[in-house]
């Protein structure tokens, strides 16, 4: 069915391969829907015909986008055309008079939707790389016909009773063809299709419901920020701050109305950036303590409810589903399949974790009382004093680093350089390939043996109408069934240098070129029949793993012997300035890695509840309080990254029970990567076998079974913690 399609059009499947921890959970598609009023209809969609680029396949090599064509006026009417013509096909296979098949059913849905495939691919990877105000508002014009024409299909009994025929056969299927077949089912039984009409109706009341609730809560979280702005009177009570801070806090006030005054917002983690450098430890603790508790009945508006409304309505919907809870529900398709696994997971980190952090708390707490400090840090102290010990003991200078990466080299030296010692394949320039921005560069890649692969696209750059981060996404995914290769794209925000200087990177910016690269191998080596199966589409605690495994090749000797070069003279990086590196990336880790344990695992304490536990919450704040307590994470100087009433990744956007994935992924990916360290490392061997059990499969194959394949065993935690540098307690 294409499930990608919809939401790659509307902004949403690019989060699939983004990147990070990101902050705002919002997906595309709840900010277009919330929009959707403020939009008005412009005038009928145009004709689609000949004329318009998106009406047959492109041309040019591998069906690259022909963007010296495409022009904003042909996204309507192609996009409508789409809908159109993929409602038509799915009707036609919802009534087939032949019995059902996996041919005429399951292929005949995959092979659907080809024009709506076709074009909202393109759209949603311009309006998210160089789209403007005309893309957001199609975008949010288009969204809610994406939704119903999506519930059309999902809700189409004579399909569903198709694909259940399709599915009670499937012993005489196998591999991918199976796993395809189960997905589907599965795909509309946990939209309700089985349910009695009774309950169908109760499930379309509570989607409502927490629609209207998630909303709720975060339109609250925007009222949270001004309710604990924090007013300051007397500019020195701002010491510690630059004068460009202060500068930015006067005019927040002056937005306020409050000329004259500074005005502090809060950002939405429970940490904040600003307590790293105010001395004044009452206006931290104010500051602090305004994050901490928005929303707890605070001030007027109080999210409490609604969490405790959300806990109660996704387990009411897994029960009438029939699961145990919405943590069983979520992840029954991901890799850690029950919430209990996700969990034990983590709880395996915490002791090592809690010890590290200990030990940093003992050289804050040396600094504290060496400055004469009487009092025990508080979590309003810590980031203050973190960052005075991080001056003192892994002091580096960044900009002395970025002069040994320069951007051309770190691409051809160093990312491409180790992608061909791993796997043998090389990328070849083709300026022939129209794009949609000057800067963009593409590649074609040849495999080991000289055969093509697909296309890649470079969009490195930062520009106006480019959405922040950085991630992987695609044109055209992998498929024997329509006979289609790769076609991928790279996106980051790196800033460009002035003419004529060169661009130099960031260490971070360096690791995380290699991390999206491993997005785009994912999708580039994808081997698979049918297109929803193919590369990325892979579930939420799968798909930072090839990602994150491909990050820790920065380090490699060979590779930083290639690549790091000093920009004007050509000389190696210091091992001295390396270790500097090294040792800044792992500081304060065990307070990070313990903030996000702590939310990790209050997520799921919330959904692994019955309807009736849920039911009995009689206060967030206390319940909370006991699950930090219940896990072994209730470290008062360390809270949990993000409390419940401000959890927007679980209670206002997409992650609930998920919020562990992060974690899971690169558990994975440092496990991983340590038993290739210890098989040779960078040899084309180790690339084959990485290639051959997980990059080539997609979504192909139980992904616990593919890293099983490739590891010969489940994954521990151990590599994790020893990438984070957390194996032994930090006192020093
Ligand atoms: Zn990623």
């Given at each position: 069915m294409r499930k990608s399609i919809i939401a790659v059009a509307i902004g949403a499947a690019l989060t699939v391969a983004a990147c990070g921890d990101k902050e705002a959970a919002q997906?595309?598609?709840?900010?277009?829907?919330?929009?959707?009023?403020?939009?008005?209809?412009?005038?009928?969609?145009?004709?689609?015909?000949?004329?318009?680029?998106?009406?047959?396949?492109?041309?040019?090599?591998?069906?690259?986008?022909?963007?010296?064509?495409?022009?904003?006026?042909?996204?309507?009417?192609?996009?409508?055309?789409?809908?159109?013509?993929?409602?038509?096909?799915?009707?036609?296979?919802?009534?087939?008079?032949?019995?059902?098949?996996?041919?005429?059913?399951?292929?005949?849905?995959?092979?659907?939707?080809?024009?709506?495939?076709?074009?909202?691919?393109?759209?949603?990877?311009?309006?998210?790389?160089?789209?403007?105000?005309?893309?957001?508002?199609?975008?949010?014009?288009?969204?809610?016909?994406?939704?119903?024409?999506?519930?059309?299909?999902?809700?189409?009994?004579?399909?569903?009773?198709?694909?259940?025929?399709?599915?009670?056969?499937?012993?005489?299927?196998?591999?991918?063809?199976?796993?395809?077949?189960?997905?589907?089912?599965?795909?509309?039984?946990?939209?309700?299709?089985?349910?009695?009409?009774?309950?169908?109706?109760?499930?379309?009341?509570?989607?409502?419901?927490?629609?209207?609730?998630?909303?709720?809560?975060?339109?609250?979280?925007?009222?949270?920020?001004?309710?604990?702005m924090v007013v300051v009177e007397d500019k020195a009570e701002l010491a510690g701050l630059t004068e460009s801070q202060i500068a930015r806090l006067a005019s927040t006030a002056e937005s306020k109305d409050m000329p004259g005054k500074y005005v502090i917002t809060v950002t939405n983690t429970t940490r904040q950036p600003i307590l790293s450098s105010l001395e004044n430890r009452e206006l931290r603790e104010k500051v602090w303590k305004a994050s901490a508790l928005r929303g707890s009945g605070n001030t007027a508006t109080d999210n409490r409810p609604l969490v405790k409304k959300l806990a109660e309505l996704r387990a009411e919907k897994a029960e009438l589903l029939g699961y145990e809870n919405w943590g069983a529900y979520v992840l029954e398709r991901s890799m850690a399949s029950a919430p209990e696994a996700a969990q034990s997971m983590l709880r395996d980190l915490v002791p090592a974790v809690v010890s590290n952090v200990k030990g940093e708390m003992v050289a804050i707490q040396d600094v504290i009382n060496a400055e004469g400090g009487e009092f025990e840090v508080e979590p309003w102290d810590w980031a203050f004093y973190a960052e005075k010990v991080r001056a003192e003991k892994y002091a580096m200078d960044s900009n002395e680093v970025k002069q040994y990466f320069e951007f051309n080299r770190v691409v051809e030296d160093g990312v491409f350089y180790a992608m061909n010692q791993l796997f043998g394949i090389s990328f070849e320039k083709r300026d022939d390939i129209p794009t949609y921005a000057d800067d963009i560069v593409v590649y074609e890649v040849k495999d080991v043996d000289g055969e093509s692969l697909g296309l890649f696209y470079g969009d490195w750059f930062t520009r106006d109408g480019k959405r922040g981060g950085a991630w992987m996404s695609s044109f055209v995914s992998q498929s024997h069934l329509m006979d289609t290769k790769p076609v991928i794209l790279n996106n980051m925000n790196i800033t460009k240098a002035a003419d004529g200087e060169p661009t130099l990177l960031s260490f971070d910016e360096v690791s995380t070129m290699f991390h999206e690269m491993g997005h785009a191998l994912h999708g580039m080596f994808s081997d698979v029949m049918y297109p929803s199966l193919a590369g990325t589409s892979v579930s939420r605690d799968y798909v930072e793993f090839p990602s994150t495994f491909q990050e820790d090749w920065t380090l490699n000797p060979k590779v930083l012997a290639n690549m790091a070069k000093h920009h004007e003279t050509g000389e190696q990086i210091p091992q001295e300035l390396l270790d500097k590196v090294m040792a800044a990336k792992n500081f304060n880790m065990g307070y990070d890695t313990l903030e996000y344990i702590a939310a990790a695992l209050l997520d799921l304490e919330y959904h692994t509840l019955t309807k009736e536990a849920a039911a009995s919450i009689e206060d967030v704040n206390q319940f909370e309080e006991g699950a930090l307590v219940r896990n072994g994470v209730d470290v008062d100087a360390v809270p949990p990254r993000y409390r419940s009433n401000f959890f927007a990744h679980v209670f206002a956007g997409g992650y609930s029970a998920g919020y562990y994935a992060y974690m899971w992924s690169e558990v994975l990916a440092a496990d991983a990567f340590k038993y290739v360290q210890e098989s040779g490392g960078l040899t084309l061997e180790n690339g084959q076998a990485f290639r051959d059990a997980i990059l080539s499969k997609g979504n192909s194959k139980d992904p616990m079974q593919q890293y099983i394949d490739f590891r010969g065993q489940k994954p521990t935690v151990d590599a994790l913690l020893e990438r984070r540098g957390l194996t032994a307690p930090k006192i020093d």
């Open positions: 997906t595309a598609t709840e900010q277009a829907a919330e929009q959707t009023q403020q939009t008005t209809e412009q005038g009928a969609a145009a004709e689609f015909n000949q004329s318009n680029p998106f009406y047959a396949e492109s041309s040019l090599p591998f069906q690259a986008p022909d963007f010296t064509k495409i022009e904003f006026a042909h996204y309507e009417p192609a996009l409508l055309a789409g809908i159109e013509e993929h409602a038509k096909e799915i009707e036609a296979i919802a009534a087939n008079s032949e019995p059902a098949t996996f041919e005429n059913t399951i292929v005949a849905m995959e092979k659907s939707g080809q024009l709506l495939g076709r074009v909202a691919a393109v759209f949603g990877n311009v309006a998210g790389s160089a789209g403007n105000d005309e893309f957001r508002a199609l975008q949010v014009k288009m969204a809610p016909k994406f939704a119903a024409h999506s519930d059309n299909i999902n809700l189409n009994a004579d399909l569903f009773a198709r694909v259940k025929t399709v599915y009670e056969n499937r012993d005489q299927l196998e591999g991918e063809a199976l796993r395809l077949v189960e997905d589907t089912y599965k795909g509309f039984v946990r939209a309700g299709a089985e349910l009695s009409d009774d309950q169908q109706a109760r499930i379309r009341e509570i989607n409502s419901e927490m629609s209207s609730v998630t909303t709720e809560f975060r339109n609250n979280l925007m009222n949270l920020v001004d309710e604990n």
